[in-house]
């Protein structure tokens, strides 16, 4: 089956840091792309999003290109920010769905960025 | 202003009670959906919905029901036959499509404790 496979946390970095988070997946042909982020307490926020092999998707300062060949879509942001700590989720969406849009996600990783 | 909300923020159940968490949408969207997240992991999906008065399991089902009576909305009982219901809700909603159109927008999540 589907599977999303992103490193654990968590990542502790200084304000300014270059961050990237790293995402794999394991699906039939090409599946949908997605990172959210859900700050403490709260829902989860669509981040970006890439639906078709070697589109980027950015948002924020953050960015994800879908790799195919690497069957990757690792998140990165060139100057963290404090407020960036929160949990990162990496998920894919199917690209046959026989059992409706259901999102399949990695186990997220922390962010703490530290003044 | 569109949107998910689920009520209440917090819930707390006690052994042997039913308890049914809210989840309403303005989005005009088909499909609804409802996760579970435990503590450091990912969401898991217990139930979704692509068109009204139809519902299908997800991969933890057992333990929750749910209806689909209106469009807007999709409540998840927590039925005392789940035995670890300890965890944070989240609704989400999307279109029934592909690419742009399948992004899961998610609500505020529901907190519930076992007392």
């Known amino acids: 089956g589907d599977s999303v496979t992103q490193m654990e946390g968590p990542v502790t970095l200084s304000e300014e840091a270059f961050l990237t988070i790293n995402c794999t997946y394991t699906?039939?042909?090409?599946?949908?792309l997605f990172w959210y982020v859900q700050y403490p307490g709260e829902g989860l926020q669509l981040l970006l999003k890439?639906?078709?092999?070697?589109d980027k998707g950015s948002n924020k300062g953050f960015e994800a290109t879908y790799r195919k060949e690497t069957t990757s879509f690792h998140l990165e942001k060139g100057s963290v920010q404090v407020s960036d700590s929160a949990v990162y989720f990496c998920?894919?969406?199917?690209?046959?769905?026989?059992?409706?849009?259901?999102?399949?996600f990695g186990g997220g990783t922390r962010v703490l960025v530290k003044p | 202003d569109g949107g998910i909300t689920q009520s209440p923020k917090y819930l707390f159940r006690k052994e042997g009670q039913n308890v049914t968490l809210s989840c309403e949408q303005n989005?005009?969207?088909?499909?609804m959906y409802w996760y579970r997240q435990d503590p450091g992991q990912g969401l898991r999906l217990i139930y979704y919905?692509?068109?009204?008065?139809?519902?299908q399991k997800g991969d933890i089902a057992e333990g929750y029901s749910v209806s689909r009576e209106k469009k807007e909305s999709f409540p998840l009982t927590v039925t005392s036959a789940q035995k670890n219901p300890t965890a944070f809700y989240l609704c989400?909603?999307?279109?029934?499509?592909?690419?742009?159109?399948?992004?899961?927008?998610f609500g505020p999540g529901t907190r519930l404790l076992v007392l």
């Open positions: 699906a039939t042909g090409y599946p949908s």
């Open positions: 890439a639906t078709k092999a070697d």
């Open positions: 989005l005009n969207h088909d499909a």
């Open positions: 919905s692509q068109i009204v008065n139809d519902f």
């Open positions: 998920a894919l969406s199917p690209m046959i769905k026989a059992a409706g849009n259901k999102l399949t």
């Open positions: 989400a909603s999307s279109i029934v499509g592909r690419g742009d159109k399948e992004t899961q927008y």
